[in-house]
């Protein structure tokens, strides 16, 4: 169930209130975000990035704080789980970025300045129309008589409209570009620039679309050094009988739940021991960026346990917006859940959908079902002109933006 209707979040005060009046649980709750924060920055390390990121970052919040411009971060692809610490082996997952790059656009079009905090090589605004394709960009291309390097004929009239657009915002000082590589990295970019934010009152939004991980490992139970396959070496130096220095041998520790193939000896196995990372969104929310509005995504792949999973993370959290998406049917139908409405679908219509190889289109409108209580689809009259397939971001964004406004207004009247 989402926070009641009657204690809106879109406030700073009303957050506060409702955390006076809250039971001991949160509050044992909040004191348990507050540890969990200290203790997860205190034992990590700094991305070498950092310090050259919170300049940039600073510099782009100022200036367009001063004009009261309404500005948003966007995070944006996946987060990589670094197993050694000079890392050749990484859990990673399947995000490329879509969402976030094809997002930041339409904010920007909205008149917003967009800081776009995302994985190093995934997608970006402007650029993700021609990279990662299935065409290789140069196929875009010819060379003319001339010798000049000339858009085909074909493309022209959208890669003139892209890379206007991308001048503009260029132009404009509008879009701050800052990568991250591992979820390490990207928990100590989002606290600073959450801070950073802190001016901006609740001009500010935080649209956090980055696929985070929720597991890694922590920096005492990493090993240094590309975990090994075989124990060759082990055997030919001595080395890597220091325990914190190598995975442990057969004789080490009892074996008990890989029966399935118990040919395969305990030390040629790699069994990856993961701790959970510490919930940031309470922190986000209570301390970082207060006065700004906090939008998160929910993926799921069941259908079953998607707006339950959204309202319960909207219940847990005090935010101001889950947007729920499953895996299959992200690219035409995501759910909204707020404190205040009934949970909205927004939804492409079936004939302005984009085919994409890694959906599954039956799959649409199932998660809906099996919420029905509150079930309202929402497909929109007013499309947006111009290409026939339709983006499901140029659908999200307009409605974001106008929760922002509300918010604002909210916020301004207090
Ligand atoms: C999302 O749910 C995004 O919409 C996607 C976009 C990652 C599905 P693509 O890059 O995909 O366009 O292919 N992002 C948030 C996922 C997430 O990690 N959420 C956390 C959770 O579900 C909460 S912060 O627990």
New binding site residues.
Partial sequence: MPASPTSSIFSKTSTRTMSISSSRHDVHQDETAELAERGYFNENTAPAALERHTALARAFINEHAAFGRRVVLVT???TTVPLEKQTVRFIDN???????A?SAEYFLEAGYAVLFLHRQF?LLPYSRHYSHATDCFLDFLHEASDGNVVANDQYREKMVKVLRQYNSAKQQNLLLTLPFTTINDYLFELRVIAQLMRPLGPNGLLY?????S?FFVPPERMVEHKIQSTNAVEKQTGKGKDKSDHTPGQDEEAFDNFDSSPEVPRSKRLIVDLDPVPKF?KNLVDGWAPEGMIV?????TDPEILVH?AQY?LERYQHHLV?G?L?ST?KWE?VFVTPQAKNEWVRVPRHRRKNAL?GIEDMVGIAAKSAEVGYKPLEMGDLAEGEPELEIESLIIPAVQALHTSHINKVEKI
């Fill in positions: 944006s692809g996946g399947f995000s490329a970025g879509t969402r976030g094809t995934s956090l679309a980055a696929a985070v929720d969104l998160s995504f929910k993926l799921e999973k993370s947007i998406n895996l992200r995501v890694d």
